[in-house]
């Protein structure tokens, strides 16, 4: 059962073009969001996150939208670089009564082209 | 330089040999936890660590065990390694459970 889903394996962007990437979540537990991004041959780096309290945030040219009552959130990179073309992972937080777990989805690979 | 670190970053081995994945990280973090990230699939954690000599199972743990015998180490032990668990491995450190995790750079498991 995966609780945390990103529908679109790839994305194909432009450079100088909004890259807008999708997740959805099923557990209403969850309480905190963030984003990360893989390069081959690298481990996951942090991005930006967001939590349940708000609907918006914002790091230079990544913004992170949640929208509860959709349990869909989505990140946009505006303007999109060469250099943002990478997989991207959505998770999400819950406690679980010892502990905090994070849920990972199944990866978008973003390419920005020329 | 604040890290996690894996070794080997590349291993091949065969069914029922056992092995294990080291893992440290700098940042005196009480948090650590195994993934593996196949196809279609994304990442899953194996255990997690709350602190030194406190362990917990994650989503998939079967085949799989950890020890915390200190802070900054948390190895991932296979005992006897079947082909399901060819995989790309990573550790993750963080100070609280669920806030950022650092990862480690990966290693790459194939069993044979």
């Known amino acids: 059962d995966q609780q945390v889903k990103q529908n679109s394996p790839s994305l194909s962007v432009q450079e100088g073009r909004i890259s807008i990437l999708n997740c959805d979540y099923t557990?209403?537990?969850?309480?905190?969001f963030l984003w990360y991004k893989k390069y081959p041959a690298e481990g996951p780096t942090f991005l930006i996150s967001?939590?349940?309290?708000?609907d918006k945030n914002e790091d230079g040219r990544f913004t992170v939208f949640l929208n509860k009552s959709a349990k869909h959130l989505s990140l946009h990179i505006v303007p999109s670089q060469p250099g943002d073309s990478a997989v991207y992972f959505c998770a999400a937080s819950s406690f679980t009564g010892t502990a905090s777990k994070l849920t990972f989805g199944t990866g978008t690979r973003l390419q920005v082209t020329l | 330089e604040a890290q996690v670190t894996q070794n080997p970053r590349y291993l091949i081995t065969v069914t029922g040999k056992k092995l294990t994945v080291t893992c440290s990280q700098n940042?005196?973090?009480?948090?650590m936890s195994w993934y593996r990230q196949d196809p279609g699939l994304g990442l899953r954690q194996i255990y997690y660590s709350m602190n030194v000599e406190v362990t917990d199972k994650g989503d998939v743990p079967e085949g799989y065990k950890v020890s915390r015998k200190e802070k900054r180490n948390f190895p991932l032990i296979l005992e006897s390694p079947s082909p399901n668990q060819t995989s790309l491995y990573f550790c993750a450190s963080s100070s609280l459970a669920g806030e950022t995790q650092y990862f480690g750079p990966g290693t790459r498991l194939l069993v044979l």
């Open positions: 967001i939590s349940s309290i708000k």
């Open positions: 940042m005196n973090h009480e948090y």
């Open positions: 557990n209403s537990m969850f309480d905190y």
